[in-house]
């Protein structure tokens, strides 16, 4: 499709805008801009069209299977839209008296509430932006606890081979050290490495169970009390809460601190980068340390305070109000019997399609799994030369959205699939037939593979160009 400056015609102009009802003042000589902007010129019926192609080109959950839904995208019901957009809440300003804004304050400690009795954790801050930022604020909290308590030397932050990326790159961010340990054949932790890891340079662990190959470890319990014995603390990723909310609780597994996605998890869109929420959850050991204003309500009324060893701001104000808003609805509106089952619908589904695909694709980790599973398409690839990103790119041609492709990274060749609590079973059937229907084609015809997607608005491009050299604004002729 055309970019808009490339539709533009010179001369359509719009009368669109008011007539100016304040005095005019002339700008300074020295302020004003020495060349033209380029704006483009098109009319109105121009421009809708525009913003229409521009929304056809984007897939998302409301156009088909979009099989990432239970931790990153999933369906967001209208109803946390309309109490986000609620006059009350939207028209607020965060340098308001406290007094004057005690109900958006009790959404805070009601959220808190709420969140605290899923996760088994005593307290929550909403201040981190997003999920790594979660993953940056607890370990600040771990590193401000142990200087505290005088044991400097524990700089050492334990994270399985198969962790999400910014689990890494949050240790480094805060100054401690990455130590890694291998999975088990079973996609889990290996205990007699997490044995020989711990030491009194330990600082903690960081875990997401279940984990990334959707695998609830069976070791929990053990896995998290070495960590204490050692002295170190245990710190839950909440990427793939979405399998165990109302459940299961990281606070009973022996976890200390836990990041939430509220914008994944308790569905609030986060299309194009935002707007996130990070949400920290903490048990009493830790609360002192965390970040500033901390709200508490007491004689009858809301007031942020400043934890007594606090590790200050993380974020200006106080986070993402809209969206920790946007939870607030959703737990509400699910309520405990509806949290839960959210969580086994997830599974079901995922388990479903597993089993639907087990004979023809490689299953790497066992017969079942949580809400998400792994398949390997490594064998496929060598008996055909079809690559995982093969597939993928076959799968643009079903209207489906292509799972997330070579993660984890102790799968060769990896599709890990995630098909969220709101899809049916008939919808979960034709993407499994398109699954089987790419695997019998990457067998009998595997050079049309390298030409897909066939039918896309954009067909096979040179991804490695496109990463190294990427055209990411219009040259003008004047330029």
Request: charged letters at 20%; a negative charge; hydrophobic letters at 35%.
């Amino acid at each position: 499709m055309k970019l808009i400056f490339e539709r533009s015609v010179e001369g359509y102009t719009n009368e669109m805008i008011a007539p100016c009802d304040v005095p005019l003042v002339d700008i300074p000589k020295e302020m004003k801009r020495q060349k033209s902007l380029h704006l483009p010129s098109l009319p109105q019926p121009e421009i809708s069209r525009h913003y229409t192609e521009l929304a056809d080109a984007t897939f998302g959950i409301n156009n088909g299977f979009y099989p990432l839904g239970s931790c990153t995208m999933k369906y967001n019901p209208k109803i946390n839209d309309e109490m986000a957009a609620y006059p009350n809440f939207a028209n607020i300003h965060p340098l308001q008296p406290e007094h004057t804004v005690q109900g958006s304050l009790e959404v805070f400690t009601k959220t808190e509430n709420l969140l605290k009795e899923i996760t088994g954790m005593d307290a929550i801050t909403f201040q981190p932006a997003a999920g790594a930022h979660g993953e940056f604020t607890s370990l600040l909290m771990i590193k401000a606890y142990h200087e505290k308590n005088g044991q400097t030397q524990r700089n050492k932050i334990i994270v399985p081979d198969s962790a999400h990326g910014t689990n890494p790159a949050s240790v480094a961010m805060t100054g401690m050290i990455t130590i890694n340990i291998p999975s088990d054949k079973y996609g889990c932790v290996d205990i007699d490495a997490l044995k020989e890891a711990v030491g009194e340079d330990t600082a903690g662990l960081m875990l997401t169970n279940p984990n990334t190959a959707g695998i609830f470890d069976k070791n929990i319990l053990e896995i998290t009390k070495i960590v204490h014995e050692a002295g170190g603390l245990n710190y839950y990723d909440g990427a793939n809460l979405n399998a165990i909310m109302g459940i299961a609780r990281p606070g009973d597994m022996g976890f200390d601190i836990i990041h939430l996605n509220l914008h994944k998890t308790f569905s609030t869109p986060h299309g194009g980068g935002g707007p996130g929420s990070g949400a920290v959850g903490c048990k009493e050991l830790l609360k002192p340390f965390l970040p500033n204003y901390y709200p508490i309500a007491k004689d009858g009324k809301i007031s942020f305070t400043q934890p007594e060893h606090s590790i200050g701001q993380v974020k200006g104000f106080y986070g993402q109000f809209s969206v920790f808003l946007r939870a607030l609805t959703y737990i509400l509106f699910l309520g405990s019997e509806g949290i839960s089952s959210a969580s086994k619908s997830a599974v079901l589904n995922a388990n479903y399609m597993l089993h639907e695909l087990k004979d023809m694709f490689e299953v790497p980790y066992g017969e079942s799994c949580m809400h998400e599973f792994v398949m390997s398409l490594d064998k496929l690839k060598k008996e055909t030369g079809v690559t995982a990103l093969d597939v993928a790119k076959g799968i643009l041609d079903h209207k489906m959205y292509p799972p997330t492709m070579y993660f984890p990274l102790t799968v060769p060749e990896a599709l890990m699939i995630e098909p969220p609590e709101t899809e049916s079973k008939g919808r979960i059937d034709e993407a499994i037939a398109v699954y089987r229907k790419l695997y019998e084609a990457a067998h009998s015809n595997p050079e049309e593979f390298k030409e897909y997607p066939l039918y896309a608005q954009i067909h096979r491009v040179d991804e490695v160009r496109a990463a190294r050299h990427p055209v990411i604004r219009f040259n003008f002729d004047d330029e």
